[in-house]
């Protein structure tokens, strides 16, 4: 079974060898990719001195084209299960095979990493703030789709050959997570979710600045909003 | 008394300046195509409104029509409708095409991406 690690990093030049190196040290048969967004920093150096494979993007594509190449390179090469773990650190790979097992088990076609069920908990939960914007988008999907997910943003993703394809072929663009979760669920894709536990960023600055949050919140509702209609 | 807003007669220097205006509008939108700045296909619409500028400015009785037809009194006010109107659509229609682009910059950025990827390794397997 050929599995691949997506790592979609922008300016991660802090924590990307620490990510790489804990993949390999958990889980040794995974196929590292780094997507490269144009980073302005030497992550696609330090990713290529420690012989990780690395596609660089001329252009900043933001995480969602990012994430888009990933799941092309895994379609045409022939994958079966990919995995989104971010570059900065917060996803700690020790929980790599927790979100692979529902999907090499076919329990699901998508497994998100949740921090807000069972031990996921006792890890790092956000601040305040997002926390409550979480928890709007979680209602909000519950509405759409009648389908309740807790980690509505989480980005630590395991899934199967049909969602590669399908993702490579349509994926959101700005904030990807929250939508692709009602993407999938239109289009009658299985969704679980699996307890790991989160850190704080190991270094760099989040993508997300506060004072987008609510430029955020607005944009993923009508995103949402939009695909209840977009895919039947 | 001449007065454009209520008879649609200008005053001669006016007339002329604006006849002056629209002219240099023309030429300057068709030296932009000349100089290959601007495709034809997206500078027919601003021919075709620099050719109703010059129509109005030599024939300024002429704007009266259509305000007249619709029943709108006061000509300036129609003015204002119609070329906020015309703009609305032109911006829309511009956000419309950028999104497109950007959909299509996206898609080659990506495959540029995949085949430099593709390149590098199968260099690496040479050496």
């Known amino acids: 079974m050929k599995i691949l690690a997506i790592l979609p990093a922008y300016n991660e030049e802090a924590s990307i060898k620490y990510v790489i190196e804990k993949i390999r040290q958990n889980a040794e048969a995974i196929d590292i990719i780094v997507i490269n967004d144009s980073s302005k920093d030497r992550t696609s150096e330090i990713a290529r001195s420690l012989n990780a494979d690395v596609i660089d993007l001329p252009n900043n594509l933001g995480i969602g084209g990012a994430m888009q190449t990933g799941f092309k390179f895994a379609q045409r090469n022939d994958y079966d299960i990919a995995i989104q773990i971010d570059g900065d650190g917060q996803h700690n790979p020790e929980y790599l095979n927790d979100i692979l097992k529902p999907v090499i088990e076919k329990k699901c076609d998508m497994a998100i990493g949740s921090r807000f069920i069972g031990f996921g908990k006792t890890g790092f939960q956000s601040s305040f703030l997002r926390r409550f914007g979480i928890k709007i988008l979680s209602a909000a999907i519950k509405y759409a789709t009648n389908f309740r997910i807790k980690d509505t943003t989480s980005g630590f993703r395991a899934i199967n050959r049909k969602v590669i394809a399908f993702f490579a072929d349509d994926y959101p663009n700005d904030y990807p997570e929250p939508e692709s979760i009602v993407m999938l669920n239109k289009k009658m894709f299985e969704i679980m979710e699996v307890p790991v536990v989160m850190s704080e960023r190991y270094g760099g600055k989040s993508s997300i600045r506060a004072i987008d949050t609510i430029y955020y919140m607005i944009k993923v509702l009508l995103a949402i909003f939009i695909d209840c209609f977009k895919y039947r | ?127």
């Open chain 2, 1 to 127: 008394m001449n007065n454009f807003f209520f008879d649609g007669t200008l005053p001669l220097r006016l007339h002329i300046v604006s006849i002056i205006v629209s002219v240099f509008m023309l030429v300057f939108i068709l030296r932009k195509i000349r100089n290959g700045k601007l495709h034809i296909k997206d500078s027919l619409i601003w021919l075709f409104v620099c050719f109703i500028v010059l129509i109005i400015s030599f024939f300024p009785k002429l704007f009266f029509a259509l305000p007249k037809l619709l029943g709108i009194i006061m000509p300036m006010s129609a003015l204002f409708f119609f070329a906020i109107m015309f703009l609305l659509l032109k911006v829309f229609n511009l956000t419309v095409n950028f999104s497109r682009l950007s959909e299509e910059n996206r898609k080659l950025t990506q495959e540029i991406a995949l085949l430099k990827n593709k390149i590098e390794k199968n260099e690496i397997v040479k050496n």
